[in-house]
Nanobody
Framework: AQGLVESGGASVQAGGSLRLSCAPI????????MAWFRQAPGQAHEGIAA???????VYADSVKGRFTISKDTAKNTLFLQMNSLKPEDTAMYYC??????????????????????WGQGTQVTVSS
């Protein structure tokens, strides 16, 4: 989304960990659900993790148990902790707000996500 900046991507070996950040979450959007998406080369965007305003989370099967989405309100930042990384996690990662009232599990799918404006993203490359 406009105004959000993703960071923390890097090149790592399989089995490694990274923590992605997404900031700043503006006060106007502080009570909106949020999600992380990724896009591998030649593929559509994929919603992989979402966080609702009540703290509930949902994950794609491909990352469940390895990735954790969280938000630090004091830092106005959304995080994605990624553990046990695999080569198939290689992608550009993006964060975004979701519309209020969104059923967050509906975002856990492969795109397209029409009308969504992607930021610069942060690149994650996992080597075997």
């Amino acid at each position: 989304a406009q105004g959000l900046v993703e960071s923390g991507g890097a090149s790592v070996q399989a089995g490694g960990s990274l923590r992605l950040s997404c900031a700043p979450i503006t006060i106007s959007y502080s009570r909106y659900p949020m999600a992380w998406f990724r896009q591998a080369p030649g593929q559509a965007h994929e919603g992989i993790a979402a966080l609702d305003t009540d703290g509930s989370t949902v994950y794609a099967d491909s990352v469940k148990g390895r990735f954790t989405i969280s938000k630090d309100t004091a830092k106005n930042t959304l995080f994605l902790q990624m553990n046990s990384l695999k080569p198939e996690d290689t992608a550009m990662y993006y964060c975004d707000y979701l519309a209020r009232g969104t059923t967050i599990r509906t975002m856990i799918r492969r795109g397209p996500f029409e009308g969504r404006h992607w930021g610069q993203g942060t690149q994650v490359t996992v080597s075997s």
